[in-house]
């Protein structure tokens, strides 16, 4: 028998996301299940009555009752901002639309203007307890956007909260920069210049000082539209950076097709994507982000085609868009239950969206959101009998326990 750091045992379901030859995932379950770690990896997962055989352990968790999964990946999040919009919220609920609230000043350039004005020790201490709850909701992994800076200095400056909050904090960040995000009040008339400022200085020297793995544009008609999309996009492709898109939220505007084109990663909200451009993403390999809690929060009613794009042999991911305008909140499992209900998609399918679809969508699906031996141990223990339970019991946090690097955190 083999030592190990930690075994969890006995779980009602231990869920095991994998992909099929044709690299279509499917959730492999195992009743009765249990996982051994050590040294922050799995080393062996199956039966209990294998595992047991195999690996003796310093700690032991008897998991009965509860199921054990992947910690949730969730693959689209602007994280690093200082103060709140819920007066924006309100606004909102008295009639008033998103655009019209952006008219008059609300909405990114009013978390652009509050950012500027706080430190990188005031983001950070802003940002802690939303990383906490993340955890406590099961994700152990965010992808973690800038964007609310939108000039040289203070997206620098976001993205060097994004690493010290990597450093200090147990969840993981993947770090993106997004410039492009919004025309700032200071080049309203002058958006030229805005688009050259991003190309010229923020992108070498965001690629030159490795601040993000990704670059993200937010691609509408009235904000940025396909060519200058394809241009900001081409710059920091060549400087390093992989592609997202923010693609087809409000309009069919043509974003899927070029993140598609691009070989982006992934394309997100896709709210109002075409049948083409479904064929397309197929063809390159971009995986589909799908965001149904800012839908959902903003009031709107048109949701991602999660079902076509599922059919047509897509793998689709879910994100929350955890930001302090559009979708202020840390829970996959809401997500999950909102996938369910208006994207019909099925209660394993809202899984693998969390886990390894979403992994994919931050080119990390070697590494986490699968139960494998020699991957990293981020695990969850939930208070649930069985993989259906969670979206469907919702609003609630179902969560027994986290483990990251094979770590327990809580």
């Known amino acids: 028998m083999t030592e190990v750091d930690l075994i969890i045992k006995n779980g009602n379901q231990l869920l095991c996301p994998v992909e099929d030859i044709n690299g279509n995932a499917k959730l492999e379950i195992f009743e009765n299940g249990a996982v051994a770690c050590n040294q922050g990896k799995i080393v062996g997962y199956g039966k209990t009555s294998e595992i047991v055989d195999q690996f003796f352990a310093k700690k032991i968790i008897d998991a009965t009752g509860k199921v054990v999964a992947p910690g949730f990946v969730d693959p689209h999040t602007h994280p690093v901002f200082f103060g709140t919009r819920e007066n924006e919220f309100e606004q909102r609920n008295a009639g008033k639309s998103y655009a019209d609230i952006a008219k008059g000043g609300g909405g990114i ?7 500027r004005k706080a430190s990188k020790q005031q983001l950070i201490d802003f940002a802690l307890p939303h990383l906490d709850r993340f955890m406590q909701y099961g994700t152990t992994t965010i992808e973690a956007k800038s964007g609310y800076g939108l000039s040289l200095e203070d997206e620098i400056k976001s993205l060097e909260v994004i690493r010290e909050l990597n450093r200090i904090h147990a969840i993981d960040l993947i770090p993106t920069f997004l410039g492009a995000h919004e025309i700032p009040d200071e080049y309203r ?9 991003i190309i010229k200085e923020m992108i070498p020297r965001v690629a030159e000082r490795k601040l993000a793995e990704f670059c993200d544009i937010f691609c509408e008609d009235h904000v940025f539209n396909l ?39 992934s394309a997100d909200h896709l709210d109002y994507i075409s049948p083409k451009a479904i064929e397309q993403i197929k ?4 995986i589909p ?3 149904p809690g800012a839908v ?22 879910l994100a929350t868009d955890f930001n302090p305008g559009s979708c202020m909140t840390e829970s996959i499992p809401l997500m999950m239950t909102l996938g369910c209900i ?10 693998l969206a969390s886990t390894i679809n979403a992994a994919k969508a931050i080119s990390k699906e070697k590494q986490i959101g699968i139960i494998k031996r020699n991957t990293r141990a981020d695990l969850v223990i939930w208070n649930i009998p069985n993989y259906k339970y969670l979206p469907y019991h919702f609003g609630v946090n179902l969560v027994d326990q986290v483990i990251k690097n094979g770590q327990v955190i809580g």
Do not use: C
């Open 227 to 265: 060519d200058e999309t394809e241009t900001i996009l081409g710059a920091a492709q060549e400087a390093g950076l992989k592609l997202k898109i923010h693609a087809d939220q409000l309009t069919s505007s043509g974003g899927t097709e070029l993140a598609a084109k691009m070989n982006a990663v």
């Open 109 to 115: 350039r009013s978390s652009v203007r509050n950012l």
């Open 289 to 291: 982000v799908l965001l």
């Open 342 to 351: 208006y994207m019909k998609m099925t209660p394993a399918e809202v899984w």
């Open 283 to 286: 063809m390159s390999g971009t």
């Open 189 to 197: 008339a002058k958006r030229k210049d805005y688009i050259q400022l």
């Open 296 to 317: 959902f929060f903003l009031g709107l009613q048109r949701y991602a085609p999660a079902r076509k794009l599922i059919d047509s042999g897509l793998s689709v991911a």
